[in-house]
């Protein structure tokens, strides 16, 4: 599908449970194979998401936040189908403890398994004062935009001065064709 998207699509949305390795690794190449095939450049395509973005206006926010998105990545790593994510990262035998702890009904025992080091793989996380500069560390050059939210029970709250911010940073992306 990335080939296709790739070759003729005008952008693509990546699933969260993403970090920038698997992007770069996995997720590029398959694009950059369709964008040739398409004769196309980058910034002809937009590239959507790959990541949460974890933050609040107070540490307590982002806090708060995190553990909710922590649960996320505990959910997600217990199914065999995203451990290629946790491959690119030596991270398989998280993904089988997970899986285990889901098969034997343990789910709000999960996302204590989900280290500070692992959500870091998968989010960009900070303060709003501090979380621009995390958003270039895991999206920069990867991703033209992100979502707010990637939960319906989480919606997004970001100030629209931040979200003006964001769309500051530069992206591949040269816009639409008209």
């Known amino acids: ?25 996995v997720i590029l190449p398959q694009l950059e194979t369709g ?3 398409g004769q196309r450049q980058r910034s002809d395509l937009q590239v959507t998401g790959g990541g949460f973005l974890v933050t609040g206006a107070t540490d307590e926010e ?9 649960s996320r990545v505990a959910f997600y790593g217990a199914t065999r189908a995203y451990w290629p994510v946790l491959e690119q990262h ?3 035998d998280l993904g089988a403890k997970l899986n285990q702890m889901a098969r034997d009904g343990q789910w709000q025992a999960m996302p204590a398994e989900v280290s500070d080091d692992v959500m870091q793989l998968f989010a960009a996380i900070g303060r709003h004062d501090e979380v621009v500069a995390e958003i270039q560390r895991q999206f920069g050059g990867l991703s033209d935009a992100i979502a707010d939210s990637t939960s319906y029970d989480m919606p997004g709250t970001l100030p629209a001065d931040l979200i003006q911010e964001i769309q500051a940073l530069p992206t591949p992306w040269a816009g639409f064709r008209s």
Do not use: K, P, S, W
């Not at 806090?63 to 922590?70: D, G, S």
């Open 35 to 37: 964008l040739v095939r």
């Open 62 to 70: 982002v806090a708060q936040n995190l553990e909710f998105y922590r």
């Open 90 to 92: 030596d991270l398989l």
């Open 1 to 25: 599908m990335l080939r296709v998207a790739g070759e003729v699509a005008d952008g693509v949305r990546l699933h969260a449970f993403c970090t920038r390795r698997y992007i770069e690794n």
